[in-house]
């Protein structure tokens, strides 16, 4: 699908510039899902700066938040700015799911914006207002997800111990990992090993952390993911290392 979606961009980025937005809006998952991400920020960026006046906030709104979710773990506020124009775009809009979704967005750029606390537990509070059952089942990903950032990167220590914080951040990311082996989504997997393996490292379980580690660097040589392949490998030596020093 990522080869004919390049296409469609590619094809329409000039001729149909109103089109190419909403492609944009559609497609630009798939980059990051296959770990193309300098390639998916090149289309939604060449999208918000081609977008006719006239073209609709939703759309407006989804590729901000398809830009913020490809930002994630940079260096400045762009990804937290984007995320939280979109959630304002969406709001009082007939597409909740899509709010819901900006949300979770939304709570994890906080949380990595040092505002765990504050913009990260407010949105995770509306997003629980806006869960509907009848969603398809991973969409339940984007809560655990939001929830395991904000825990992890709380800092009222008084509030909300580190023990507290660990123990649950480990049962999040077995919850992530169950969700997205059961639908086959190979990029959570990817994300929810990771965060299993650092929460085995927490707890000195270094051999436990480097089985992970392993297993995190082999589904991503084998499905291509090289985006963040390198974090990966080190995280597997520092492991490694751990654990023949035990």
């Given at each position: 699908?990522?080869?004919?979606?390049?296409?469609?961009?590619?094809?329409t980025?000039?001729?149909?510039?109103?089109?190419?937005?909403?492609?944009?809006?559609?497609?630009?998952?798939?980059?990051?899902?296959?770990?193309?991400?300098?390639?998916?920020?090149?289309?939604?960026?060449?999208?918000?700066?081609?977008?006719?006046?006239?073209?609709?906030?939703?759309?407006?709104?989804?590729?901000?938040?398809?830009?913020?979710?490809?930002?994630?773990?940079?260096?400045?506020?762009e990804?937290?700015?984007?995320?939280?124009?979109?959630?304002?775009?969406?709001?009082?809009?007939?597409?909740?799911?899509?709010?819901?979704?900006?949300?979770?967005?939304?709570?994890?750029?906080?949380?990595?914006?040092?505002?765990?606390?504050?913009?990260g537990?407010?949105?995770?509070?509306?997003?629980?207002?806006?869960?509907?059952?009848?969603?398809?089942?991973?969409?339940?990903?984007?809560?655990?997800?939001?929830?395991?950032?904000?825990?992890?990167?709380?800092?009222?220590?008084?509030r909300?111990?580190?023990?507290?914080?660990?123990?649950?951040?480990?049962?999040?990311?077995?919850?992530?990992?169950?969700?997205?082996?059961?639908?086959?989504?190979?990029?959570?997997?990817?994300?929810?090993?990771?965060?299993?393996?650092?929460?085995?490292?927490?707890?000195?379980?270094y051999?436990?952390?480097?089985?992970?580690?392993?297993?995190?660097?082999?589904?991503?040589?084998?499905?291509?993911?090289?985006?963040?392949?390198?974090?990966?490998?080190?995280?597997?030596?520092?492991?490694?290392?751990?654990?023949?020093?035990?």
């Amino acid at each position: 699908p990522i080869y004919n979606g390049r296409a469609a961009l590619e094809a329409t980025q000039h001729l149909h510039p109103a089109l190419h937005a909403r492609l944009a809006a559609a497609l630009a998952w798939l980059f990051g899902a296959t770990g193309q991400v300098a390639e998916g920020l090149r289309h939604v960026r060449r999208a918000l700066q081609q977008a006719p006046a006239h073209t609709p906030p939703v759309v407006h709104a989804r590729l901000l938040h398809e830009l913020s979710g490809l930002l994630q773990g940079t260096e400045g506020k762009e990804p937290l700015q984007a995320a939280q124009q979109a959630v304002a775009l969406l709001r009082g809009g007939t597409d909740p799911a899509l709010l819901y979704a900006a949300l979770g967005r939304w709570a994890v750029t906080a949380a990595l914006s040092n505002d765990a606390e504050h913009a990260g537990l407010a949105a995770i509070a509306e997003m629980e207002t806006l869960w509907d059952p009848a969603w398809p089942p991973l969409a339940r990903w984007e809560l655990l997800n939001a929830r395991d950032y904000v825990t992890n990167l709380r800092r009222d220590e008084h509030r909300y111990p580190k023990a507290l914080r660990v123990a649950e951040g480990e049962r999040l990311a077995a919850e992530q990992l169950a969700l997205a082996r059961a639908h086959g989504d190979t990029g959570k997997v990817l994300f929810a090993l990771m965060a299993a393996e650092q929460c085995t490292a927490t707890h000195g379980r270094y051999e436990e952390a480097v089985e992970r580690g392993r297993e995190l660097v082999a589904l991503a040589q084998q499905e291509e993911y090289v985006d963040r392949l390198h974090i990966y490998i080190c995280n597997l030596a520092t492991r490694s290392e751990e654990h023949t020093s035990e």
